[in-house]
């Protein structure tokens, strides 16, 4: 069965500082892999997706993820956080087969950026 | 171009009623799909709908269930609330299932109180 794992409840880090949040998945063939975020009371905001080619995957707001197969690992960067930043962000997996569209969630990280 | 838009935004039903929500994705998107989010979880894959039909189903009784138009817009339904359906219920768009790359885009949410 195919999952998807965000160890952390909560990040914590000051702005300006490098950030990182954890994924690792599991499924059978190649995933397509996304992060999203969400703000409170929203909807959530694709960030980026990883389907094929460079292992380092540029996104929005100066986000980046890197994708390592032999780790299982999807982990979300960003190089200078800011405090808007601070929401709630969510990795996700999606099979790639025609019938597996569906996207399964990690149950979620907060990121929370202090001045 | 609008994006993904449910409504109501909020809605309060007692146990035992029966409940719609609704859902119009953006533009150009022919694919439909509904996530429940319970408090503090990631969102739950409920069922996708493509060219009006059921294409594939999470984890979720009979109760649910769904329509799509063909204007592609989307219903979703629940019969004889508990409790326990108490959440944020988000639909996503997307470009038809044969192309899983592409990403989905989430509407603000429908937050349904069940008392």
């Known amino acids: 069965a195919q999952s998807v794992a965000q160890p952390e409840d909560q990040v914590n880090v000051a702005e300006g500082n490098p950030l990182t949040v954890k994924c690792t998945y599991s499924?059978?063939?190649?995933?397509?892999l996304f992060w999203y975020v969400q703000y409170p009371n929203r909807g959530l905001q694709f960030l980026l997706k990883?389907?094929?080619?460079?292992?380092l995957v540029k996104g929005s707001y100066g986000f980046e993820a890197e994708f390592n197969k032999s780790q299982t690992s999807f982990h979300l960067k960003k190089p200078s956080a800011l405090v808007s930043d601070s929401a709630l962000y969510f990795c996700?997996?999606?099979?790639?087969?025609?019938?597996?569209?569906?996207?399964?969630f990690g149950k979620g990280t907060t990121l929370s950026v202090s001045s | 171009d609008a994006g993904v838009t449910q409504s109501p935004t909020h809605l309060i039903k007692t146990r035992g009623q029966q409940v719609t929500l609704r859902c119009s994705p953006k533009?150009?998107?022919?694919?439909v799909s509904w996530y429940q989010q319970a408090l503090g979880q990631g969102p739950q894959f409920i069922f996708q709908?493509?060219?009006?039909?059921?294409?594939q189903r999470g984890n979720f009784p009979d109760r649910f269930s769904g329509h799509q138009f063909p204007n592609y817009s989307s219903e979703l339904n629940v019969n004889a609330l508990l409790l326990g359906d108490s959440a944020l219920y988000l639909c996503?768009?997307?470009?038809?299932?044969?192309?899983?790359?592409?990403?989905?885009?989430f509407g603000q949410g429908t937050r349904l109180t069940v008392v």
């Open positions: 996700a997996v999606r099979r790639t087969n025609q019938a597996g569209t569906a996207l399964i």
């Open positions: 499924v059978s063939g190649n995933p397509y």
């Open positions: 709908y493509y060219e009006e039909e059921e294409r």
């Open positions: 990883y389907i094929t080619g460079d292992n």
């Open positions: 533009s150009g998107h022919d694919t």
């Open positions: 996503a768009s997307r470009l038809g299932p044969p192309n899983p790359n592409t990403e989905a885009f």
